[in-house]
């Protein structure tokens, strides 16, 4: 659906907000605002990396860029989808799906919709709406270091098998950040050799954005090694619990089998020595113990447990 979002004061440029495009989009957009059908696959394409587009024909600026999406009851991860911009004169079109509205919703209440309106032009506009898209990374990486942090605290405790897979989740999450901030920074860069026309505010305000996606890669680096280092530690934790088992389970193992030895012995049906009073039982059972007491003496001297 193609809405025209209004601002509070008179504005010189337009603002286009088209969620979830359809067929009837698409057909509206090139018969009235002259888009052409490369551009329109370019729109609909989940899965466009982030990159810049002039087309010199219709003199139409295309700009794709990632947001973080938030871990799901069926993705347990962040992910990353990606929001269009098209800047046609002074006209801007945002492009999104349900999933990535959340980065325009912001801009629906009074306040914000007043100070998109201070804008001089449509690339303010543009920087405006990329610099809180690229906050949005931050946020996420945030958060993902409070559940790492929090899961940091249970390593002097027992892990089990669902902290582990909360753990390769943030993984996974950090991941798909790291790329696309790296995929965005790229475009971010490549947009000082645009044929966009910035005025001096709106290329302060692309420093701007390109400072913040700096920021957060660096954010998702550091991120990266310390949850390496925690899933490194995590993985020794648990051998070491393993071979502690095997070993008490060893040990443990060796010791029984002395008196079921002796037992054996003495429950065959053949002449044995000490076979023939009534306290045979008995000097059976101090020897067995006698010898189970040897054996764990003889392990723990020899650090076995």
């Not at 349900?98 to 629906?108: K, S």
């Not at 709406?129 to 899961?151: C, H, P, V």
């Not at 790229?186 to 645009?194: A, F, G, R, T």
């Not at 913040?212 to 949850?227: F, G």
């Amino acid at each position: 659906m193609i809405k025209e979002q209004k601002f509070p004061v008179a504005t010189k440029y337009k603002w286009f907000d088209i969620n979830n495009l359809s067929e009837d989009d698409s057909e509206k957009l090139q018969d009235d605002f002259n888009f052409t059908s490369d551009m329109i696959s370019y729109i609909s394409d989940r899965h466009e990396r982030p990159h810049y587009d002039y087309d010199t024909y219709t003199k139409i600026h295309l700009l794709i860029y990632d947001v973080p999406i938030w871990p799901t009851q069926v993705i347990k991860h962040f992910t990353a989808h990606p929001i269009t911009f098209l800047v046609s004169g002074e006209n801007i079109f945002t492009f999104h799906t349900e999933a990535t509205g959340y980065v325009f919703d912001e801009f629906n209440d009074y306040a914000m919709r007043r100070e998109l309106s201070n804008c001089q032009d449509v690339t303010e506009l543009l920087m405006k709406f990329m610099l809180y898209a690229t906050q949005y990374f931050q946020r996420a990486i945030t958060q993902l270091d409070d559940e790492r942090n929090s899961l940091d605290k249970k390593l002097s405790g027992d892990i089990n098998n669902k902290d582990l897979v909360e753990l390769s989740n943030i993984e996974k999450s950090l991941v798909y950040l790291s790329s696309s901030i790296q995929t965005n920074s790229m475009m971010i860069h490549s947009l000082k050799l645009s044929e966009l026309d910035f005025t001096k505010k709106a290329r302060e305000s692309l420093d701007d954005v390109l400072i913040e996606s700096n920021q957060a890669a660096e954010m998702v680096k550091i991120s990266q090694q310390v949850t390496k280092t925690l899933s490194a530690t995590s993985n020794n934790m648990m051998n070491n619990n393993l071979n502690d088992t095997m070993k008490f389970l060893t040990v443990w193992s060796l010791v029984l089998t002395i008196p079921t030895i002796l037992t054996g012995f003495y429950g065959m049906n053949v002449s044995l020595p000490v076979g023939h009073s009534s306290l045979d039982w008995v000097i059976i059972i101090v020897l067995t113990v006698l010898l189970m007491v040897w054996l764990i003496v003889l392990m723990k001297r020899h650090h076995f447990f």
